[in-house]
C-alpha cells in the first residue's frame, strides 16, 4: 500500500475572511491571484454553518484544483472532508488535534491560530502542522482586540521550533520580506493578497519575495 504524501504547507495563504460578499469583481481577484502562483487559500467565515458555505466552498475547490493550489477552511471539518479540501484551520476553542488528525488522514494539513508562544508551542507539540502566529503588524480586524506583536516575538517563536510558523496580520509586499528574514516559514493575508484589484500583479511582486528568499521550492505545496 502507498503511503500518502503529506501536503506542504504553504508559504503565501491567501485568506477570504468574508465570502457572504463575494462579488464578481471579487471572484475575478480570486482567479486573478491563483492564476499568479497563489499556492493557498483559506475560507474563513465565522458566522453561518455549512449550508451557507457549502457552494463557496464547492466552488473554491473546483478553482484551487485547477491551479494546482490548496484550500483550507477555517473551523469548518465536516464541510472540509465534505469538499475534498487540503486541510483545517481551528483555534483555541475547537483543537481536537487527535479527532481532527483522524477524521482527516495522515497527509492533510491542521493549522491552529496562535497570539503568544506558549500557545503555538502547545499546538504544535499537539499535532498542528502549522500555527498561524498574529498579529505581527498593526490590522483592523485585531485593532482594539490584540496589541502588535511585532517582529521580536516571532523571531523568538521561530527560533524555538522547527515547524512552520505562518506570520499573519498587516503583512503584505512591503514587509514580507521582513517577517521571513525573522524565520516565518512564510505568511497569510487577507488585504494583503486581496486589497488591490491589480490583475494578480500583487500576487507576482509577493511570489518573487519568496523566491529571493528561497521559497521557490515551497511554492508548489503539491510537490
Not at 87 to 111: K, M, S
Not at 144 to 159: F, I, N, Q, S, T
Request: hydrophobic share 45%.
Amino acid at each position: 500500500m502507498t503511503t500518502p504524501t503529506k501536503i506542504s504547507v504553504p508559504p503565501l495563504i491567501g485568506i477570504l475572511d468574508s465570502p457572504d460578499n463575494m462579488d464578481a469583481g471579487m471572484w475575478r481577484q480570486v482567479e486573478q491571484a491563483l492564476s499568479a502562483g497563489l499556492p493557498a487559500l483559506m475560507l474563513r467565515q465565522r458566522q453561518g454553518g455549512n449550508d451557507a458555505l457549502r457552494p463557496l466552498a464547492t466552488r473554491l475547490r473546483a478553482m484551487t484544483a485547477e491551479a494546482s493550489a490548496l484550500l483550507l477552511l477555517n473551523r469548518q471539518l465536516d464541510l472540509a472532508l465534505e469538499c475534498g479540501a487540503d486541510g483545517v484551520h481551528t483555534g483555541e476553542d475547537e483543537a481536537n488535534f487527535a479527532q481532527l488528525r483522524a477524521a482527516l488522514g495522515p497527509e492533510r494539513l491542521i493549522g491552529y491560530s496562535a497570539h503568544g508562544k506558549a500557545e503555538a508551542l502547545a499546538a504544535l507539540a499537539k499535532g498542528a502542522d502549522y500555527v498561524t502566529y498574529s498579529p505581527i503588524f498593526d490590522t483592523p480586524s485585531k485593532r482594539g482586540l490584540l496589541a502588535p506583536l511585532g517582529l521580536e516575538p516571532l523571531r523568538d517563536l521561530c527560533v524555538a521550533t522547527n515547524k512552520p510558523v505562518i506570520a499573519l496580520g498587516g503583512i503584505d509586499e512591503s514587509n514580507l520580506a521582513d517577517v521571513l528574514e525573522a524565520g516565518a516559514h512564510g505568511a497569510a493575508m487577507i488585504r494583503g493578497v486581496f486589497g488591490s484589484r491589480d490583475d494578480g500583479g500583487t500576487v507576482t511582486r509577493l511570489m518573487a519575495i519568496l523566491a529571493r528568499r528561497g521559497k521557490k521550492a515551497e511554492l508548489s505545496p503539491r510537490g
